[in-house]
């Protein structure tokens, strides 16, 4: 049971550039959301699902995408970086009503 | 690590002392409440939870206090020892575990 996984652990992207941060988990839970964490500041929802093919933004969703296809996996698409996307990102993952559990993150660096 | 707040109230105990982290949230809707700790480097973990139906709560060696007239959170360690040293948030929702809003968080410091 490895919990909620996360890759990659770093990355640096150039202006424009687009990718894809992966998050899978294997605790069969049905909400899965992304955070962005900045110096000095705490988590932000940038977009949550609460089940497969149902997915929906939270307060800073712009520059991304995400999808859910199936339970396990919930990805987190940047269209075209951007430097204010410099960040450390967090997957995580919670059976409905009860804690959540988070990631070891994905620290971007973009240029 | 350097990516969790660069500039965030420290709080600076003895190892021994108890120690008391306190939290202001804005949202007089919000009627459930989480504190979690991070770790350089790491993910936060979860550490406790309060309801607004509720004014205190205690796991092992943590305790939660809520006063929703003021709108004020608190998480009381007892006993704090080198390993809680890391940044801890609090974090509210409207409804349990829905679009959490995070607080900035405070660094505590635990003194050998």
């Known amino acids: 049971n490895a919990g909620v996984t996360q890759t990659p652990k770093f990355q640096v992207l150039k202006t424009g550039q687009s990718m894809t941060l992966q998050c899978a988990q294997d605790?069969?839970?049905?909400?899965m959301s992304w955070y962005r964490q900045d110096p000095g500041m705490g988590l932000r929802l940038i977009h949550y699902s609460v089940g497969a093919g149902i997915t929906d933004q939270g307060e800073v969703p712009n520059g991304y995408n995400v999808s859910r296809s199936t339970t396990e996996d919930f990805p987190l698409r940047l269209l075209s970086a951007a430097p204010s996307q410099t960040s450390v990102y967090f997957c995580?993952?919670?059976?409905?009503?009860?804690?959540?559990?988070f990631g070891p993150g994905t620290r971007l660096t973009v240029l | 690590g350097e990516s969790v707040g660069l500039h965030l109230p420290t709080l600076s105990v003895q190892e021994g002392d108890n120690s008391i982290i306190n939290c202001a949230y804005s949202n007089s809707a919000s009627d459930y409440f989480i504190w979690y700790k991070q770790e350089s480097g790491k993910g936060p973990q979860f550490i406790i939870d309060?309801?607004?139906?509720?004014d205190k709560r205690q796991g092992q060696r943590v305790t939660v206090l809520l006063n929703k007239t003021v709108k004020h959170l608190s998480l009381q360690i007892a006993a704090t020892q080198p390993g809680d040293s890391a940044v801890y948030f609090c974090a509210e929702s409207q409804g349990a575990g829905n679009m959490l809003t995070f607080g900035g968080g405070t660094r505590l410091m635990v003194k050998p």
């Open positions: 995580a993952t919670r059976k409905w009503g009860n804690e959540q559990f």
């Open positions: 605790m069969n839970h049905e909400y």
């Open positions: 309060i309801r607004s139906n509720m």
